[in-house]
């Protein structure tokens, strides 16, 4: 199995659905569905009736995950750049393919 090339922290920019262009930090990754959890972004509501925990009710809102295809690493200038490996030093890097910077 390949290494992960998006990893949980990462400032992700979206390339594709409803929130292209905006970025954000990814909360989670899931690497069996392909998919990241961006904070803030493609947030989805849920509308809940009053019950004994909740007796106000009324709408939850949270992010959804995206497929890990409409999304990519952040440059340093906010801008989408692809990832590649690099062994420096003696180890294993992420780096960005535009700007050649450790990520």
Request: net charge positive; charged share 35%.
């Amino acid at each position: 199995m390949s290494a992960a090339k998006i990893k949980k922290g990462d400032t992700v920019v979206v390339l594709a659905g409803k929130d292209k262009g905006r970025s954000g930090a990814v909360l989670q990754v899931f690497p069996k569905d392909d998919k990241v959890l961006v904070d803030g972004l493609n947030v989805h509501a849920r509308h809940r009736k009053p019950d004994q925990a909740n007796p106000q009710g009324g709408i939850d809102r949270k992010p959804a995950p995206l497929h890990i295809s409409n999304v990519a690493v952040a440059d340093k200038d906010g801008k989408p750049t692809r990832v590649r490996f690099e062994e420096r030093d003696g180890k294993k890097v992420r780096v960005a393919a535009k700007s050649g910077e450790v990520i």
